[in-house]
Every structure is written in C-alpha cells, then in structure tokens.
C-alpha cells in the first residue's frame, strides 16, 4: 500500500497495515478494507443522524494495492498459480503463495 497505510518500521521490523476486505467493487477495480483508508465524511442532520456531524468511513483503494497474507510467514506475498492431482484424479488449478509455497485454496 502506499501514503498513510504504507508499511513502516518499528523495531527494525517491517510492518504491514492489515485489514478484511469488506467489498469487492469490480467494475472500478476497487476494493472497500477494513480499518484501512479512513476519510471523515460531514453528514448533515436527518431523522436518522439528529445530531449529523463529522462520520468517519472506510473509503475504496485499488485492487493492485492489495495483497495475500503468506499463512506461514504472516507476510504480504505474490499469489502463483499451478496444477495439482485432485481425489477424482482430475487436475485442479490452485493457488499458492509466492514465498513459502504453501497453497491457499484447499
């Protein structure tokens, strides 16, 4: 991620922002993350929001901005695909992570 979810240092490790993905919004190419890309939003009174004031919300970010979490490093990782012998003895197309091998569809 870039500007303020971008990764920092904190005793000498890299850290990560993290976050659910909430909405996947495809035709813009967009994606609604948890805790991530928070905008303050001013909202008029309504019968709703009597009070109205400043609501803060999850904004959308681009889906090139997104990574996996690697299960075994809990680290961002690159997604690969490969083929695999199914039970039925089919080929099943899988995906993996980058750096540590592991498949991620079970």
């Known amino acids: 991620m870039r500007g303020k979810e971008a990764p920092y240092f904190q005793d000498g490790k890299k850290v990560y922002t993290k976050g659910r993905v909430i909405k996947m919004l495809p035709k813009e190419g967009r994606a609604l993350v948890e805790g991530v890309n928070m ?12 009070q109205g004031g400043i609501v ?18 809990k680290q961002p990782t690159r997604i690969g695909y490969k083929f695999i012998e199914a039970k039925n003895g ?16 079970k």
């Open 56 to 73: 803060e919300k999850e904004a959308p970010i681009d889906v090139s901005n997104l990574m996996i979490e690697d299960p075994k490093t």
């Open 39 to 50: 905008v303050k939003k001013h909202s008029r009174p309504t019968q709703t929001n009597p």
């Open 90 to 105: 089919e080929q099943k197309k899988v995906r993996f992570a980058k750096k540590s091998g592991e498949i991620l569809d």
